[in-house]
């Protein structure tokens, strides 16, 4: 995600500052869930971003309230410094640039596997078998999507896997008409 040069910069400062200090695992959770509440309630991003007569007290009553427990203390600096340096428009991308790095020099993968009904256990096993192949640890959201009709769908950063009877149709259909297309 281009997260533009002002959220990175931000975000590597404070992606530094954790690392000296020690304090990246709740940060980094802490800033995930702030990313997901954001982006279901454009309310609370406009609370935060958009609206410069909203005090920075208030503005960090917001964010502990969306987190629903106490802000980590280096990231209530964090936002008082964005704060004080009139760049809280950029709050939701220094985030994202943040959660990035973050994984980047934890080595994290974070992806999501769909099955067509739920399978217990799955999400769990696959962590595991990627996680001991790549090296990396590996985050799995699970989904179910039953247009698939069976098997999976895997993404993980830019990689996806479609082992789906729905995808092995398309792959299928897409084979029968290049064959009945050919000129003999």
Not at 53 to 82: N, Q, W
Not at 83 to 100: A, Q, T, V
Not at 148 to 163: E, H, P, Y
């Amino acid at each position: 995600m281009n997260t533009g040069p002002i959220a990175h910069r931000y975000a590597k400062a404070l992606m530094k500052y954790v690392q000296e200090a020690g304090a990246g695992e709740k940060l980094y959770s802490q800033a995930c869930v702030l990313v997901l509440r954001m982006q279901d309630l454009r309310q609370l991003t406009d609370a935060i971003e958009k609206h410069p007569e909203v005090s920075l007290e208030r503005k960090l009553e917001i964010l502990e309230s969306a987190l629903g427990e106490p802000m980590a203390d280096a990231l209530r600096r964090f936002v008082a410094l964005v704060y004080e340096h009139k760049r809280i428009e950029h709050f939701e991308r220094m985030l994202y640039s943040f959660i990035e790095q973050y994984r980047e020099a934890n080595a994290i993968m974070v992806g999501k596997i769909v099955t067509a009904a739920p399978v217990a256990g799955l999400k769990e096993r696959l962590q595991a078998l990627l996680s001991e192949k790549t090296g990396v640890s590996v985050l799995l959201e699970e989904g179910v999507n039953p247009e698939i009709l069976g098997g999976f769908v895997l993404n993980i950063d830019d990689l996806m896997m479609d082992a789906s009877v729905e995808g092995q149709f398309r792959l299928l259909r897409r084979e029968l008409i290049d064959n009945n297309n050919r000129i003999v």
